[in-house]
């Protein structure tokens, strides 16, 4: 993996190059953030409810003596069991710093910006207060796995323990499900399982049997799509990707059909990064620094999510910006009357890019940490090959594994030496 990363860097130097306007790439000092930084939480600052030691050290140099953070700063994580203000006093508890909740990008914000969806009846599937989690996006009328089984006592029946004694009458009479919003691993794999796929199969009218023959299925949106994730463990836990896999394949083996996603959000997605830029930008404007934000540093320690994530934004930027630079051609071919066949290219925002404000970043770096997910030893004793060709694609179906995609433009041994690689990149000094 370590051979590979010098590789890539030198093939996207030359996208990454450009500097704030503050003049980083003549040599001179910047005093203003030119850059923005997206952190990773699980196995980059913390394990579990444990701290990294090199994420206090990194986090001093962040933050100024008055508390306020030097650069502008999103915690960036695909966990969905709780709010985005409790993440943020965690946070600030396990790192010493304040953070606050408009710093934070759960699994589950972006679906702030899925708005179709705000007013149907959902069914939200996770753990930790999901039905605070879905009004908090925005959701109004939200229906949740116990309400189902309260409503309908024989659909749950695996556990035996579990079994109505006697025939019962359902205690909540509950509507017609609309779509499923899937936020983070269940308790009860078995009970979510066959509850979710009950509704799918009923067009979300429970009180009726199955009819394979429904499809297209409800609207499915999904958050979280790590296979595994980094505890307090020695080796990674199944996360919410593993529970999907479960999902996608009985209902793949029922029905003979694949299961479909209206939206994935949560790490790799583009829509994920593109709402953690917003909140950069934010961050800047609310800290009258008028440097603009054109790098972002993503610190991650799964290639598969993290880096994946970070390089597919920063193609979805490189792209954005040729549309962008084909469609000027195209008018200045249409002013000056030139003869050449130019074909208009539509640079209109559609769905979920139309909720915010364009991009102003140029692009995204991926940084790869060694306290995490990402083994360096592991890789390295890898037999014969290349590292990249023999390993698994732990990433969701509907992203295609590229090579590319998973490797990082740099990998450092933790948060801390992370800091100091962007720092002296973007010959930053703090004020």
Not at 98 to 117: C, G, N, R, T
Request: glycine residues 6%.
């Amino acid at each position: 993996m370590r051979g590979l990363a010098p590789v890539y860097r030198a093939v996207t130097s030359a996208v990454c190059r450009r500097r704030s306007s503050s003049g980083t790439a003549s040599g001179h000092k910047q005093l203003q953030p030119g850059f923005g930084l997206l952190f990773d939480i699980d196995g980059v600052l913390v394990r579990g409810r444990t701290p990294i030691p090199a994420a206090k050290k990194a986090f001093q140099k962040l933050v100024n003596p008055q508390g306020q953070f030097v650069v502008p700063v999103v915690f960036v994580t695909n966990a969905g069991n709780c709010l985005r203000q409790t993440k943020a006093d965690q946070l600030s508890h396990l790192l010493g710093v304040s953070i606050s909740q408009d710093q934070v990008v759960m699994s589950h914000s972006p679906l702030k910006m899925f708005k179709k969806y705000h007013e149907k009846c959902v069914l939200v599937s996770g753990q930790g207060p999901v039905l605070d989690i879905a009004k908090n996006v925005g959701f109004s009328n939200v229906v949740s796995i116990d309400m189902v089984r309260e409503s309908f006592p024989l659909l749950d029946m695996v556990d035996h323990n579990r079994r109505p004694k006697v025939p019962s009458t359902p205690i909540v009479t509950i509507p017609k499900i609309e779509a499923v919003v899937l936020f983070g691993e269940p308790i009860r794999w078995e009970t979510n399982l066959q509850l979710i796929i009950d509704i799918l199969l009923t067009d979300g009218n429970l009180g009726n049997a199955h009819q394979n023959m429904m499809f297209p299925h409800l609207p499915l949106l999904a958050c979280n799509m790590d296979l595994m994730w980094m505890a307090e463990a020695h080796s990674p836990r199944f996360g919410h990707g593993t529970f999907l896999v479960c999902l996608e394949n009985i209902y793949k083996k029922i029905t003979g059909k694949e299961m479909k996603y209206e939206a994935l959000v949560g790490k790799p997605s583009e829509v994920t990064y593109h709402y953690a830029e917003h909140l950069i930008r934010e961050q800047a404007a609310e800290r009258k620094w008028r440097t603009p934000i054109r790098s972002l540093y993503a610190i991650g320690d799964n290639l598969m999510t993290d880096i994946y994530g970070a390089n597919l934004y920063n193609r979805y930027l490189e792209e954005r910006a040729a549309r962008k630079r084909s469609k000027a051609v195209a008018k200045m071919a249409a002013v000056t009357g030139s003869s050449t066949a130019l074909a208009q290219v539509d640079d209109t925002d559609s769905g979920w890019e139309s909720e915010l404000s364009p991009p102003s970043a140029t692009c995204c770096k991926s940084v790869l940490v060694c306290t995490g997910v990402y083994r360096p030893h592991a890789e390295a004793a890898t037999n014969g090959g290349s590292c990249l060709q023999q390993m698994a694609f732990h990433g969701h179906r509907d992203f295609c594994f590229d090579p590319a995609l998973v490797e990082p433009g740099h990998i450092v041994e933790d948060v801390d030496a992370a800091v100091e690689l962007i720092f002296e990149q973007e010959k930053f000094v703090p004020q």
